[in-house]
Each structure stands twice: as structure tokens, then as C-alpha cells.
């Protein structure tokens, strides 16, 4: 998998090993599915540290290296770890300073004798440019939650409440070919489209609400995320007005795009069409963000931020309008970036659909 990147990143600091907890870098870094385990990776070394729930499962995923059980009466995993740093004297060990916990911490620093070098986001920084097999496993994600928006626009009527739509929307991704591991789906409906991240709730469909739907699901690990706004009957005046609007910003955000582009000018150009209408207000200053194994990655699309697109990072584009007591638009594209432009992975087109 990626441990070479990270013994490149090792022999570049002089760092001796390199603890990993966040799960979603275990997984980057070795192909582990599972959960509760921890990983040690020197250039002599690769040391999986597990318990016995998941000792079958980790020497069938991860046979390269060596696997611990740390869960012992008495120990913790800063003992195990104290153990590794003295018998294969490893005198530094990076850790990820944005995850661990104070308690693991301070476990750590009681008993690891070798020198802790705080390097959280760093190996984040590394899942930002996809690999082709990265790639092709968000498509599938995409195809998959495309699919399964055709299948849902059948069940969305008046009567049925937000929480029975979202749980039909992830059994519909599972049995499109998603993993069965779906995570929260926003399906919100009528005024509380203007929350940007409402929770499904017994709210029932009304005639004429708008429905938002921003949802995905996960291929082999790795995640799409889409959002599509739609109306229930026949949208009025003020709905196809801001629609429209949310329309022009999303497409304006996407004719930017392309490797080297700062992410505050995709940013900026999604406030172009708003100009001089009554919307500018009701925006939201991050529209959008990088995703792989985790949905909300770095780099974001926002003004405060100096980062540009990297060719083959996949980022999300969701500009939206949110008018409080109303409701809100918001429309979502997960697109690969390529050196001349970008891929768009959701067919699903932009117009506005009554139902």
C-alpha cells in the first residue's frame, strides 16, 4: 500500500517511526478495514497493534506485518509501544498531534523513552492526490449514489417523512454496490432546507417543498458526495428565482477549475452570479472540499485558504443558498481535477426537477 510514502517522509525528517491511530490513515497506509487498531512504521519495520477481535482479520489484510495483541491485563498501548521503541532502538517516533487523545498522550509520554515529534496532517497531506485505483473507486461511489437518486425520486411524495427517505436513500446505495457501511445522509425537507447540515427528522413531505438531498456512500473504503435539490408539485416564482441562481453559481465554481488554481478563486467566481441580487447574504463562505477515505478532506474551497488544486485530487463543489425560515438550494458535484479542467463523477444534471 503507501508505507513506502511514509518511510520517505521518515528518512526526509530523520524521524526513526511513525505511530499511526486515525483510523482512515491506518487504511491508507496498509488496506486495513477493521476498527481499534494501531500501526508502527520504521524502515526496518511494520507493527500492527490490535486485540483479539481482529487478530484473524488483520493476518489476512495486512500479512506484511507484524501483529500485536496489546490488549493484555495491565497494559495499554503506550506499553507495547515503550517495548518496540526499546528492543528495535527507535529513538523517534512521529505521531499524529491532531487525533490522539490527552490520555494516550500522556500514556505515551510516561512511559515511550524515544523523542515524540508531533506530525499530525501529514500523512492527510499525502491521501490528497489520488492514485488511478483511488480514482476509479470513487466513480464506482458516484455511479452508485446517481443510481440510487433515480430509484429515490419515486418514493419522494407528500406524506412520507425525511428519516423514511434517507433510510431508503442508503439501502438503496448498499444494494447498488456500496459498502455496507453507509454514513449520515442529510434529507431535508421544506424550510428546513436552509439548514446546511440538517438531520432527517418526523417531518412529513408537504406539497411544495423543496427536498435536499446530500448524500454518499463508500466503494472499497473511499466516498462520494453529492447533493441535488428537488421540488414536490410545482415550484413557485421565488423557488425557480433562487434555484436558477444556485444553478449559475455551481457552474461558474466549475468553469474554473483545473490543476494550480488557487481554491479561493473558485471560491470567488462562485459569488459572480450573485452579484447585485439579494442573495449574497444567505451564502456560506466554504464550498466545498477535497474527500477519499474521509469526506471532508483538505483542501477546502473557501477565501481564507492558500492551497491550489492538485491534478488527480477529487473535490467537492457545493456552493448553495440558505435564506433562514425559507429554505434553501443546494447543489453538489464531486469532480476529479485534471491539468486542462476537470471530470465531473455525478451524471446527474443541474436542472430543476418538480415531481
Avoid at 53 to 71: D, F, H, M, S
Avoid at 140 to 159: K, M, P, T, W
Avoid at 294 to 302: G, Q, R
Wanted: charged share 25%; with cysteine.
Amino acid at each position: 500500500m503507501n508505507e513506502e510514502k511514509i518511510r520517505a517522509y521518515l528518512a526526509q525528517e530523520k524521524i526513526d517511526g511513525f505511530f499511526l491511530a486515525k483510523r482512515v490513515n491506518i487504511r491508507f497506509a496498509s488496506g486495513w478495514t477493521g476498527d481499534d487498531s494501531y500501526m508502527l512504521i520504521t524502515q526496518d519495520g511494520l507493527y500492527f497493534l490490535t486485540d483479539p477481535r481482529y487478530t484473524e482479520q488483520a493476518a489476512k489484510e495486512v500479512p506484511n506485518y507484524e501483529i500485536i495483541n496489546w490488549r493484555l491485563p495491565g497494559r495499554t498501548v503506550g506499553d507495547t509501544v515503550a517495548d518496540l521503541a526499546e528492543k528495535h532502538n527507535i529513538k523517534s517516533i512521529a505521531f499524529e498531534a491532531d487525533h490522539l487523545t490527552y490520555d494516550m498522550y500522556a500514556d505515551f509520554s510516561s512511559k515511550v523513552k524515544s523523542e515524540l515529534v508531533q506530525a499530525g496532517g501529514v500523512i492527510d497531506r499525502m491521501r490528497v492526490v489520488k492514485s488511478p485505483e483511488e480514482i476509479q473507486y470513487m466513480r464506482n461511489a458516484c455511479e452508485i449514489s446517481c443510481r440510487a437518486f433515480y430509484r429515490i425520486l419515486e418514493d419522494i411524495q407528500v406524506g412520507v417523512t425525511e428519516k423514511e427517505l434517507a433510510a431508503k436513500l442508503s439501502m438503496y446505495m448498499v444494494q447498488e454496490g456500496a459498502d455496507t457501511q453507509p454514513y449520515g445522509n442529510i434529507l431535508i425537507s421544506g424550510a428546513n432546507t436552509s439548514l446546511l447540515h440538517g438531520i432527517p427528522s418526523e417531518k412529513a413531505i408537504e406539497y411544495g417543498d423543496f427536498v435536499l438531498m446530500d448524500y454518499g456512500c463508500q466503494f472499497n473504503g473511499y466516498m462520494s458526495d453529492m447533493t441535488r435539490t428537488v421540488v414536490v408539485g410545482k415550484a413557485t416564482e421565488k423557488q425557480r428565482d433562487v434555484y436558477e441562481y444556485e444553478k449559475r453559481s455551481l457552474e461558474a465554481s466549475l468553469e474554473v477549475l483545473k490543476a494550480g488554481v488557487p481554491v479561493r478563486d473558485v471560491y470567488r467566481a462562485s459569488l459572480e452570479p450573485l452579484k447585485d441580487t439579494d442573495y449574497i447574504p444567505y451564502t456560506y463562505g466554504n464550498i466545498g472540499h477535497s474527500i477519499g477515505l474521509f469526506v471532508h478532506e483538505l483542501p477546502y474551497l473557501a477565501e481564507q485558504y492558500d492551497d491550489v488544486l492538485d491534478e488527480n485530487s477529487v473535490m467537492t463543489v457545493e456552493p448553495g443558498i440558505y435564506i433562514p425560515d425559507w429554505g434553501g438550494v443546494r447543489i453538489e458535484d464531486q469532480v476529479l481535477i485534471t491539468k486542462d479542467g476537470y471530470e465531473n463523477m455525478i451524471s446527474v444534471p443541474h436542472d430543476l426537477i418538480e415531481l
